[in-house]
């Protein structure tokens, strides 16, 4: 069984900042690639940035340059660190652990919302 919790969501005006974190806990043996997601309402979920054990990170197009994706592997935690935000980053996000352990297999975070506005 594994657990993931996320924390750090929140309401912050354009151009603001939130780092959000998200902490596996558990069965686990290795966690492979993370990654967060985000899904505003009427759309479908989007991957926003993946970071994998190796270190390889891969971001969404509309995110680049803004937003910062980390792991701290001796925390089995993940960061996104979100600059420069605007209001089409407003959604809820969601972090997902690809866990081996015992019970290996993707997992995804409760969601946290993220709301952009003035």
């Known amino acids: 069984q594994v657990r993931l919790v996320e924390s750090g969501g929140g309401l912050v005006q354009p151009g603001g900042s939130l780092r959000l974190s998200c902490a596996a806990s558990g069965s686990i043996i290795r966690i492979n690639e993370v990654g967060w997601y985000r899904q505003a309402p009427g759309n479908e979920r989007e991957l926003v940035a993946s970071i994998t054990s190796g270190g390889r990170i891969n971001y969404a197009d509309s995110v680049k340059g803004r937003f910062t994706i980390s792991r701290e592997n001796a925390k089995n935690t993940v960061y996104l660190q979100m600059n420069s935000l605007k209001v089409e980053d407003t959604a809820v996000y969601y972090c997902?652990?690809?866990?081996?352990?015992?019970?290996?297999?993707?997992?995804w975070g409760q969601g946290t919302q993220v709301t952009v506005s003035s």
């Open positions: 997902l652990f690809e866990v081996v352990g015992g019970v290996s297999g993707g997992f």
